[in-house]
């Protein structure tokens, strides 16, 4: 089947939000964060110094990649996506780029990338790999610099303005050359068919840059769709504003809704607004009829499991869909 054919049949997918940031799990020295999960390290503007000595406490022993496939598959999704590096710039597989890493830097020591992918072809589901392409807290050129202070945050940004708070002298094309281009290398080629790479918010790259990178995956990956993340105004298909959930039928060509399952993507042991099964499904009814696939997000937690609430109510999806 044609790729855009397959996304178009697709309807219903599974994203994951996993990293280091499981383990703060929405707070931080006595604070709590009323924002996303996966922003902890932007929220409280902790030193990367600090940030990435959580690394040795990363365990997660609980993690089985089979499970993970398997509740995806019972609930009735044919593709995953997961985070092989958030704007943490903490790689969740074995990269050869930059030590920060799961394999290298963590007690763990797996490959949950490589694991996960695996598990996809045995139990027959598309797999897929967001990258954060654009921002990247570890690095002293990473990007967002030129966005400003927009997310309600107070004084934080988009970019590492902490560690790194020279602004006007930060060149994100250092940062794209030494790591963002080798690491998507290293997604692509390191894990078998991708049925998508799931890019994210584009604010620093270059128009050249973005279309770099989409060749890049056209290249080693020809039946890799990617989203419209990638900027510029480029990518195979176009991923909605997060949660957003659109009245109108799309025009010809290929949609997604990315929406999280409560009210975080990464893990925040105290948001317990989950989303019912009769929700879930009337939302993805909802959009499939509009032409949008449903990216349903969950954020497992810092020892690998799937929260219990979103086990429980995908497989509540499953058998009602069944």
């Known amino acids: 089947m044609d790729k855009r054919e397959w996304f178009k049949s697709a309807k219903f997918g599974m994203m994951i939000h996993w990293g280091l940031y499981s383990l703060p799990a929405g707070e931080w ?37 089979d499970e993970w496939v398997q509740l995806a598959v019972g609930a009735g999704m044919k593709y995953m996506v997961i985070t092989s590096k958030h ?29 996960l992918a ?10 897929g790999l967001y990258y954060s392409q654009d921002l990247d807290w570890s690095e002293p050129n990473g990007g967002g610099y030129t966005r400003g202070k927009t997310w309600g945050r107070g004084s934080a940004g988009w970019t590492n303005d902490w560690d790194f708070p020279d602004n006007e002298n930060k060149n994100y094309t250092q940062c794209y050359e030494a790591k963002i281009k080798p690491q998507v290398k290293e997604i692509l080629t390191q894990y078998g068919d991708l049925c998508l790479i799931w890019f994210d918010t584009p604010t620093t790259l270059s128009l050249e840059q ?20 990638i900027g510029n105004g480029m990518g195979d298909y176009r991923s909605m504003g997060d949660n957003e959930i ?61 929260p219990a609430p979103s086990v429980e109510v995908l497989r509540q999806v499953g058998q009602r869909l069944s």
Not at 257 to 280: P, V
Request: neutral net charge; hydrophobic residues 35%.
């Open 29 to 65: 020295k006595g604070a709590r964060m009323p924002y996303i999960g996966e922003w902890v390290q932007q929220y409280f503007r902790i030193p990367n110094a600090e940030y990435h000595a959580l690394a040795p406490a990363f365990n997660p022993i609980l993690f089985n990649a």
């Open 87 to 115: 704007h943490d710039g903490f790689a969740m597989y074995h990269s050869k780029v930059s030590k920060l890493n799961i394999v290298d830097a963590t007690p763990f020591k797996h490959d949950v990338i490589g694991e």
């Open 118 to 127: 695996e598990a996809c072809r045995k139990h027959g589901i598309k797999f």
């Open 210 to 229: 973005s279309k770099e990178l989409a060749d890049m995956v056209h290249k080693y990956q020809p039946n890799c769709l990617v989203n419209s993340r």
């Open 246 to 306: 659109p009245d109108e039928t799309m025009p010809e060509g290929l949609f997604e809704s990315a929406c999280t399952i409560n009210d975080t993507w990464g893990y925040k042991s105290f948001d317990n607004n989950w989303k019912s099964a009769d929700r879930i499904i009337e939302l993805k009814e909802h959009l499939n009829a509009r032409g949008l696939n449903y990216l349903l997000n969950v954020g497992p937690d810092y020892l690998g499991r799937i």
